[in-house]
């Protein structure tokens, strides 16, 4: 259904509840990107840092936000590196692009070149964040999925299947949304992004499909086009 998009990953989907990296869910990862890189479709990624580092634990500590926002931003350059040597294991080829140079270790972020790497079949992770503080990643993908010209934003969330009235974990009435738009969910307070990405999605008319990323399969089904997680157009 869907011939380019873009994988928003949390760094806490990664640890699978250990320190760091869990070895299982990045190979599982790696193995089911295959699957929808084998399809065709071309394939950008963004991730997270919170396995590492979470801003508002750094300020609670007496460390400054943009301090905090600068290694939160290097987290996630550590988080694009693994899921690379995961991805490279199962014989894709990738690249990582940063948004703060550090040539040794990736390539700097610009776009065109990034568009090209994924028309050539390559998958593209983006690391550092947007490069600047106070903006999350939830901000970069919504910016790296309109700058690349992604059909779809696929939110993989950790062990929740959807959008909730309230948080399913806490509140046992919660109920699942299938559908709804980004006013509804910027008015309702629904915390599956910030304003500022819900925002820039809602502008540039970008969809985006939440969903359970411990469910193996559940990123081929987004790219096919099937009925799971929540729909926000």
């Given amino acids: 259904m869907y011939k380019r998009v873009l994988l928003k990953l949390s760094g806490e989907a990664l640890s699978g509840g250990e320190k760091n990296f869990d070895p299982k869910v990045l190979k599982s990862l790696a193995e089911e990107i295959k699957e929808v890189h084998e399809l065709g479709v071309e394939i950008a990624i963004v991730v997270g840092g919170g396995n590492f580092i979470r801003g508002k634990q750094l300020e609670e500590i007496g460390i400054d936000r943009l301090q905090g926002d600068s290694m939160g931003m290097l987290a ?14 199962v014989g894709i080829d990738t690249r990582v692009q940063t948004s703060i140079e550090m040539t040794k270790v990736a390539e700097p972020y610009i776009q065109r070149r990034a568009v090209r ?3 050539k079949g390559r998958v593209v992770i983006f690391g550092g964040g947007t490069g600047s503080p106070y903006f999350s990643t939830d901000t970069t993908a919504a910016l790296r999925a309109s700058e690349i010209k992604a059909e779809v934003i696929l939110m993989a969330k950790n062990g929740v299947d959807g959008v909730y009235s309230a948080d399913p974990r806490k509140d046992p009435t919660a109920e699942k949304i299938d559908r709804l738009t980004y006013l509804d969910m910027i008015n ?6 910030d ?5 820039m999605c809602m502008d540039n008319r970008m969809k985006l499909i939440v969903f359970n990323m ?5 990123i081929v089904k987004a790219v096919s086009g099937a009925e799971i997680g929540t729909v926000i157009e």
């Fill in 117 to 119: 790497h994924l028309e």
């Fill in 195 to 199: 304003s500022t990405a819900a925002s």
């Fill in 76 to 89: 996630t350059v550590i988080n694009a590196l693994a899921i690379q040597a995961s991805l490279e294991a």
């Fill in 188 to 193: 309702r307070g629904l915390q599956v992004m």
């Fill in 214 to 218: 411990n469910e193996r399969g559940n």
